[in-house]
């Protein structure tokens, strides 16, 4: 018996749709198989995680970096997407051996540049895909050099609430935190109940550590919605820092009843024994956030800074240091301990890396941290006899009032005379 083929792929395309519906991944992927339409097949691929084989499957057969050109736009987001979870995908498996000069990311110039176009195709065509602004945000974090292009090409939207979402949290990421609360609370006014945006009102003032302000944003934020978890670790790092034992247990029992299998609540249980002094069980319950979610950056972070608080050999604390900072270490929490740590083995060379990361993430503001860093930097690169960057390091210092300010410009006349001599 023959069938025939138009009404045969009609009914796969009606079984596929029915099949996505109900979330059976598998079934899909198996009808599409069958059926010759190429973007439906993408779809149940990246369902399915086969990144590779999604790319391949939409690429031009004669240059496989490039799309098809007979794509519509959901196939050239679909190429796009698929070739950029590939390449972390791929990032992820050969981080290996930890490095902190290993690569943000995999992302040629041209997929960038390809990937950036299909997403803002995406928003342009429907502004209230979040997922679509979430991408794009985070491949404008890890390349500046984007940033212009990106705003020109959303100029259409600049007026609506939707691009007002994707600064605040862009300006979240990129420790932007005071233009943060400037559109959060120009946002507020239209959303006055949002709990996303009470959410990040307290991120933002975690950041700028105003611990009280936060944590009343906090406390605000679980009464509204007590079973929330995403975020809470942050709020345990808060009633951490401010030795609030008795809250910190609540928020632990509380998290615990909701979900204790997420790492969020697996970080707040680990701070509460860590407060506790009990930092083999702080441990033991970090690294079961990571079992979780191997890139979730406070677990790394935290269990950083409990190896050093259980004296333990130097050489797990910089493992896990090393892991939040290639994660994505935005507070740098992790970059100046890890400096730090590479100080006391005598590295120098490390530690230059580390405080140029930390000072290039802190932009032009100069606080005690950076000091320290610039400082540093600027004996290391006199020491190293260039003294170009040396001077500049010291040069940064001059506006800063303190002790940093004195031994810049003593390391600045200890330059002039060395340049003289040898001139």
Known sequence: ???????????????????????????????HHHSFHHITLSRSLLDLGEYTRLASLLSDPVDPSAPKDDLPPLGLWLWAYGNYLGGEKRKEEEIGELSTTAPTSLLHDALLSQTRDALVSSILSFRWNWSAWLDLAAICVDNATIHESVEEALKPLQDHYMYMFFLAHVFLEQQQNDQALQVIERLQSTFPNSNALQSQTALAHYNLRDFDRAQECYVDLVEADPYRLEGMDVFSNILYVKEAKAELSALAQSASNVDKYRPEVCCIIGNYYSLKSHHTLAVSYFQRALKLNRNFLSAW???????????KTDKEAIKSYERAVITNDRENLATKKLAKLYREEGDAKKAADCYLRLIDNLGSSVDQGSAEALLFLAQYFKNIKNYENSALMCSRLLEYPGPEKEEAQALLRDIRSRRQATS
């Open 301 to 311: 972070t935290l269990m950083g800074h409990e190896y050093v608080e259980m004296r």
């Open 1 to 31: 018996m023959d069938w025939d083929p138009l009404n045969t792929q009609k009914e796969l395309q009606n079984a596929i749709i029915t099949l996505s519906q109900y979330g059976l991944k598998l079934s899909t992927k198996c009808l």
